[in-house]
């Protein structure tokens, strides 16, 4: 079973930035996509940002100039640099990490950015 645990939340001023990891309990090296989720209180939880194993990105409209998704295969990891952080990108961000037809999910970090 492939585990998956996010750091790097927390509180931050409008502008400021965060960055955001995971650590994946197996390796990465052949996982097909890795992206990051957010979600707000009764909204549905919406792609953030996709890394496919050829080093393909895209990422949600409202993040574009601003996020950026990466990982480490030595570290088994995979980031999300957060920078010009707004009011409206408060969420919790889960990570997730898909193996062919399986995909695993960690149990989510609280980013609050204040005004």
């Known amino acids: 079973q492939v585990q998956l645990v996010e750091s790097g939340g927390g509180l931050v001023q409008a502008g400021g930035s965060l960055r955001l990891s995971c650590a994946v309990s197996?390796?990465?090296?052949?996982?097909?996509?890795m992206a990051w989720y957010r979600q707000v209180p009764g909204k549905q939880r919406g792609v953030v940002a996709a890394?496919?194993?050829?080093?393909?990105?895209a990422c949600a409209d409202s993040v574009k100039g601003r996020f950026t998704i990466s990982r480490d295969n030595e570290k088994n990891a995979v980031y999300l640099q957060k920078n010009s952080l707004k009011p409206e990108d408060t969420a919790i961000y889960y990570c997730?990490?898909?193996?062919?037809?399986?995909?695993?999910w960690g149990q989510g970090t609280q980013v609050t950015v204040s005004s």
């Open positions: 890394l496919t194993n050829d080093s393909i990105t």
């Open positions: 197996g390796s990465i090296f052949s996982a097909d996509t």
């Open positions: 997730t990490v898909q193996f062919r037809q399986h995909i695993y």
